[in-house]
Each structure stands twice: as structure tokens, then as C-alpha cells.
């Protein structure tokens, strides 16, 4: 049995445990309202390093502070980046190399300088980033053997949208994502944020409720079972000045 001195030392520790528990659940609690408050939208996980993706007590230790830190780092400047009016001008290829350098040690510092220059560089580069969608739009669309003779997207076109033998619009998503943000950049409108305003959406809503065509200020969209989608541009002139751009 431990004697006296032994027990006492060991009240005394839990004693002050329970003030450094108390103190510690406090100031988590203070920081997710603060980050709650200022990035409502955002979901963060800042509690992960090498041994796991979450917090677990046993692998803590005072060099993960950093680590942590660094963890909100990236997530709040991924949020200055999804905000930016440049998001949603940029293609799939550039978002990822964006989102590779925000989580990358060579990521700088955020502080307010380093946000305006970061937002004042996406916005000199809004044409080039434009462009990039509408090639990036174009490949998706076409072959190899296609894009090397530089063939130009015609008033009618025949889409694969298959999974399986069948009609698919969630497995193709990335196709007709590109295609509709195209279109609707070229036309300066607003890209949707919301997922069921979106053209695959939509064409799964109106394929789900028994209609065999779908269409917007764009396009006519008619489905075949068989998996394909035949798309009828409407807007000429938009595809005229896609083609410029996709061929330049």
C-alpha cells in the first residue's frame, strides 16, 4: 500500500490535472465558436498529425502544436480561396494545383498582406484562368486523336453519360460540370453553388421523373437508355466564342 506522502502527491496532481483539464476544454470550446463564427461554413479538423486522424491523448506531444496550427492555417486559407470570385473561374486542374500549394509547407504566412496579394494575383489572372476552364472543358469532351486535329465542338454533339450499360449523370458529373461553367462564364453568369441547381443535377431530376430530354438557355439535352446524351447547342454565338478560345 503507498504510504501517506505518496497518496498526498497524488491528490495534489489530480488537483491540478483537473485545473489544466478545465482550463484546456475551455479554450477549445472558445476556439470552435471562434472559428465557427468566422468561417460558419467550414469544417475543421485541426486536431490530426502523423499517428492519426484526430485527436487521441496518448499520442500528444508539444511539437504537434505547430502541426495543429498549421492544420487551421490551411483550412482558413482554403476558404479565402473557395470565397474568392476567382473559384469558380478556375478548371479542375488549377483548383487542385491551388489547393496543393495551400497545403504544402511553402505556403505563406496568412496575414492580411499575404490574403491581398494572394487574391490581387487570382484577379490578374481571371482571363488565363477563364481559358483554362474552356480548354479543360474542351478535352473532356473530345479524344486524343480529336483534340490533335483541333476539331471544333459542332451545333449538335453525341455524349457518353453511360455507368454500366445505362444512363448516368453522377458518373459523367465532371463533364457536364465543366460544360455548364463554361457556357455560363462566357455569358458572365453566375456559376451555381447550390448542387441541385446544377446542369447534372437537374438532368438526373427531370431523366428520374420520366422525361427523356432536359433543357436550359443553353442547351437540349435528349437521353437514350443506351447511355448517350444528344447535346443541341441553342447559344451560337457562346459556341463560337468557345471554339476560339479551346483552339487558341
Known sequence: MENIN???TKVRAFEQAKIHMTSAMNELVSLKKLLKKNWPDQSFHPFSNEYQNDLQFNFIKESDIDTFIGNIEKMVWYNVFRQSEAFERCSDERREAIKKYIYSKDRKPFTEANIQSFLTELDEQKGNLFCGVIKE?????????EIEAKTPFKGKMVVDSSS??????HSQNGKWESLEKSFLLLDNKTVPGDYRETLHNK???AHRQGHMSYE?????????????????????????????????
Open 6 to 8: 505518496e497518496i498526498t
Open 137 to 145: 472543358t474542351y478535352r473532356k469532351f473530345h479524344s486524343v486523336r
Open 164 to 169: 454500366w450499360g445505362s444512363l448516368s449523370f
Open 203 to 205: 438532368m438526373d431530376a
Open 216 to 248: 436550359n438557355d443553353y442547351f437540349v439535352m435528349k437521353f437514350y437508355q443506351k447511355g448517350t446524351v444528344h447535346v443541341t447547342f441553342k447559344r451560337l454565338d457562346l459556341l463560337r466564342r468557345f471554339n476560339e478560345i479551346a483552339l487558341s
